[in-house]
């Protein structure tokens, strides 16, 4: 295999949310147990942003069409984003982290939170180095860090194993950077199982940055949809060095922009100049027109997402409830995000059959723990921003179908 | 310097089409001869979107706004774009190039063909490749090869030399193929120089990568552009080995929808599946309501296309009859696209004063020719897809600052 083939080798993204139209529709009927469940189809691998689920921040179309009017100084933006948009932007992001951006050299504007992490990601990573991943966590770190030829140093996350904190495992990270890591990346919340990390885990995270100097990514994608009762520390609002962080935030979940493909990353000035020298061969800019959009950000109607964050509290409260039922379906209650991340009793098929049984049997999509962690092959990924009741009917059959399949 | 220090050093933008805000707009006034020059600004860096020029496809708003309203099925679609609309294209584009594509594996949205040609340099060239490049072509074609680590082969554009084909130097083609090159980069018609690829020359390339088994990817993006008795060869329509060809096309210039950050990228169905990897961890897929848009590409209405390219024609033509006013600025007549790139005389200031100057005292922004080649330190390139009155009197600006700093 030449070189350029074992590098994408390693890419793969058939078992990845959103591409499970190109699996094979077929399954070998008589492995099959029992008959198929009759109920409104869930795709728990994305957000459902229709009417009868979660609409986008009002007035986002508005916004769009009043850039489009506006021509070419909305659409040919700088390769870091308009100017005014970007000063926007800084003002609302340092309220909310409690810390000051620049507009001017702190901010970059990309297609979407995963532009955002490509580039910080190949910004910082060489050929060679070793880079700090969480395990489980979203599976473009991995990818990512493997794609820029890093190696991988996982650092666990006992998520099931506590509850006031997320359970990392920082003499893991310590060691990582003790061994030469340079580079730590993760999601907080995490992505797949909704926890966030305590303020002494947050601090711990910077005393170990500061003191090995290794650059921090932290992508605080679902970080605004916070249940009630929890504290939310960000990194960047600690002592840490700013030069060596880079925060990823974007409209696509909580906001359900993710069709106009909008993110952002804040913080170390020159990570975000290498950013935007990538960015414009990479893509040029982040949609243009999509860019008026962000006017809406952090300047929503003033229940909008109090009354967002509580549809989707309701929606997480009955469907743990409904797993629970099971007995030994074990999910600890994610704390911030629209993530479910259920570990399974022993079954008598494979993760991943069980995956496409759901499909077929339930229809079901949810994505396997294997994405976000090798060692997760008894965990799916649920996003839960669905419809109320389609999402609990769904997530009844997939209860049944654990039943069923139980080993 | 650190491995990834270096490769940044390399990605500069400050002279970058459209990056020009971010440079300082001071300028020594005791270098300057005489005054500031009277008239409408005019950006040729990009063309002009707005009403006073060339405003986007007709209904290319409406189709985005029905993309919206459709919801999640537009706003998630697979990576590679969504199905329905890659079976319209794929129709469309085999019917254009002269031969055919499938929908299911040959072909990819992007976000912009600028991210085809990332996503296509990518899928293909590794670290220590070597890779010919055409000089001048796009500058961005070199910035990707270096980014990947590669070497470049430079390729001589005789473009000023010949009227009846290119003036691409073959034999240097050939004697890069024999040294090793496995991949050629250019673009046709040719960006800066508007020039077209004849049809020998075009077969001389596809023998020559079926002889050295090289891959090729070919940057159509202007091809639509075409003035009336000129004759277009597509690559992929000759008895090439399309399974090592990828063709890039988009509707962000002809049809001046850039704002909506949309290219394609179709043939080696290998390499386009490659490119859907990657785009997974670069940007997920292309701006799914914007994907929508596609639904007016290659379907305008019957006169349209016919009515921009007079439009455009016209403009050229005066704009080539002020330049030749000066006396010693020599330009090749476009033969397609919007792009001239005239050889100035030698001037008293280096070639980036004399675009500050322009700046400065004409408010035109063009582009250095040393973005394309590294040899052209003579040239500029106009975007002359403006406004028809508001071009020609910048260009006559143009040609009286030349007068001004004449050596």
Known sequence: MSQIEEKFAKLGTENAPGQEVRQSSTTDSSELRGDSLPGVPVDFSHGDVNRSAFEATPGSLDEFIRGVKSGGEQAYTEYRGRADIRESLATHLAAFTGAPVSAATELIITPGTQGALFLAVAATVSAGDKVAIVRPDYFANRK?????????????????????????????????????????IFSNPNNPTGVIYSQDEIQQIATL?????????????????????????????????????????GPSKTESLSGYRLGVAFGSARLIDRMEKLQAIVSLRAPGYSQAVLRTWFDEHANWMQDRIAKHQAIRDDLIQVLGTSGDVITRVPEAGSYLFPRLPKLAVTLHQFVRNLRYQASVIVTPGTEFCPDSTDSIRLNFSQNHEAAVAAVERIVELVHRYRD
Chains 1, 2 share one sequence.
């Not at 140093?153 to 904190?165: A, K, N, R």
């Not at 520390?233 to 700013?242: G, K, M, V, Y």
């Open 144 to 184: 990512l860090v493997e794609f820029m030829g890093g190696h991988i140093v996982p650092i666990t996350l006992d998520y099931l194993g506590h509850e006031s904190h997320s359970g990392i495992d920082l003499s893991q990270l310590e060691a990582a950077f003790k061994a030469g890591a340079k580079t730590f």
């Open 209 to 249: 940055a500061n003191r090995y100097g290794a650059t921090v990514i932290v992508d605080q994608l679902y970080s605004r949809l916070l249940y009630p009762g929890r504290v939310y520390s960000h990194l960047r609002a600690t002592d840490i060095d700013n030069s060596n962080v880079v925060t990823i935030m």
